[in-house]
């Protein structure tokens, strides 16, 4: 069993910031990749922001130079730093999460998701 919680959304102003965290806990043995995607009203979910375990990121372009990814691995923790927002970033995120469980088994985990709205 893994369960993975997020939090940090909520409602910001535009141009201000907000810290996403997603935990995984369980039957883990090991984690790759960690990730967030979001999910606007009537759109495809899409890559926000990736991290893989040796340090590489990879970013979405209409984030670049504004979000940043980071990855604790002692607490199995994806953070999303989310700065200088727009009403376009307003959407459900949600992490992912890359691993293999204690039985050798590896799959793609998903948070619930956190609502993130940007709004005067």
Not at 9 to 37: D, E, H, K, N, T
């Amino acid at each position: 069993q893994v369960q993975l919680v997020e939090s940090g959304g909520g409602l910001v102003q535009p141009g201000g910031s907000l810290r996403l965290s997603c935990a995984a806990s369980g039957s883990i043995f090991s984690i790759s990749a960690m990730g967030w995607y979001r999910q606007a009203p009537g759109k495809q979910r899409e890559l926000v922001a990736m991290i893989i375990s040796g340090g590489g990121t990879n970013y979405a372009d209409s984030v670049k130079g504004r979000f940043a990814i980071s990855r604790d691995d002692v607490k199995n923790t994806v953070y999303l730093h989310m700065n200088s927002l727009k009403p376009e970033d307003t959407a459900v995120y949600y992490c992912t999460v890359d691993l293999t469980t204690t039985d050798w088994a590896e799959a793609d985990y998903w948070g619930q998701g956190t609502q993130v709205t940007v709004s005067s």
